[in-house]
């Protein structure tokens, strides 16, 4: 039997994840790059 949503609709899975801090925008990318071609899931975050 499937857990219920919760009261808002949405139901909860926990994620976990790692910041990690640049340089600059190009050591973003070559970052990305190589994480990407090692099979992780990732999202891009500029602030």
Do not use: T, W
């Not at 976990?16 to 990732?42: N, P, S, T």
Request: net charge positive.
């Amino acid at each position: 039997m499937a857990k219920p949503l919760g009261r808002n609709g949405f139901k909860y899975r926990p994620q976990f994840g790692v910041i990690i801090i640049c340089k600059d925008e190009a050591d973003q990318a070559e970052i990305y790059a190589r994480l990407k071609a090692d099979g992780y899931k990732l999202k891009v975050v500029s602030v």
